[in-house]
């Protein structure tokens, strides 16, 4: 019971402490490429034919590579809330965000896995890495400075 309180209490502290504008430095010079990679379902996907569906499985995995790449930049946002009513957790929520902006990305693959679903690769490099993290920086700054 002691550890449950605790995990929660703890929980509960850290969450407070989260920003959401942080964004790791990264040095140009040493900078690597980044690769993400994204899955669908051909079958979870709306359509009226098996076409479609297979076209609507291709776009979302290359949105998931893409969500890939902006997690490995910018991180990931976490929120976590709990309720605790007689030393006892009742709910407890996690909710995740992911923001960034991506460009400079190339298109490595897009291929099906079996009958199933697909698989996308996408790429970017150290160079372009590095801008998109200085340009957030610089973005952060100004927001805090109160400029536009």
């Known amino acids: 019971m002691f550890r449950i309180f605790f995990f929660a209490s703890l929980t509960m502290l850290l969450a407070g402490c989260v920003t959401n504008h942080y964004v790791p430095g990264l040095n140009k010079t040493r900078a690597e490429a980044i690769t993400g990679i994204g899955y669908a379902v051909i079958s979870a996907q709306s359509g009226q034919s098996e076409e479609e569906k297979r076209l609507m499985a291709a776009k979302a995995s290359k949105l998931e590579a893409y969500k890939s790449l902006v997690e490995q930049i910018y991180g990931q946002y976490i ?18 965000k992911v923001e960034g902006v991506i460009y400079g990305a190339e298109l490595v693959s897009v291929r099906p896995i079996g009958g199933h679903s697909y698989e996308t690769t996408l790429r970017i490099g150290g160079d372009a890495v590095a801008d998109l993290v200085a340009e957030s920086e610089g973005e952060s700054q100004m927001a805090s400075a109160g400029g536009d």
């Open 79 to 96: 929120e976590v809330n709990g309720l605790m009513s007689s030393s006892k957790v009742v709910e407890e929520s996690l909710r995740s």
